[in-house]
Nanobody, 121 residues
Framework: QVQIVESGGGLVQPGGSLRLSCVAS????????MGWYRQAPGKQRELVAT???????NYADSVKGRFTITRNNAENTVWLQMDSLKPEDTDVYYC???????????????WGQGTQVTVSS
């Protein structure tokens, strides 16, 4: 099986920074796109940023210029550097990995358990 584990959430003041980390492990042949999503209570999960295996990135308009997503393919790890944080960035952040478990496997989405980010003074 595949496990996705996030870390790095916490409480930060407005204007501050946090760095989220996520590692995919287990029965992995290849990890395609990795990404970060966030969800507030009662709301739909929304995209924050994604990065392909080749390094192509995609960001939500609300975080462009403030958040940076990077990855290490050899370690199946993705990071989200969050700068200039705002109270509206407060959410549970989830890591996603699109993983193939063999050459013939159709890649499937796996999710982490989520990490809380709270931006407040």
């Amino acid at each position: 099986q595949v496990q996705i584990v996030e870390s790095g959430g916490g409480l930060v003041q407005p204007g501050g920074s946090l760095r989220l980390s996520c590692v995919a492990s287990g029965n992995i042949f290849s990890v395609r796109t990795m990404g970060w999503y966030r969800q507030a209570p009662g709301k739909q999960r929304e995209l924050v940023a994604t990065i392909s295996a080749g390094g192509a990135t995609n960001y939500a308009d609300s975080v462009k210029g403030r958040f940076t997503i990077t990855r290490n393919n050899a370690e199946n790890t993705v990071w989200l550097q969050m700068d200039s944080l705002k109270p509206e960035d407060t959410d549970v952040y989830y890591c996603n990995g699109r993983v193939a478990q063999s050459f013939f496997d159709t890649a499937q989405d796996y999710w982490g358990q989520g990490t809380q980010v709270t931006v407040s003074s």
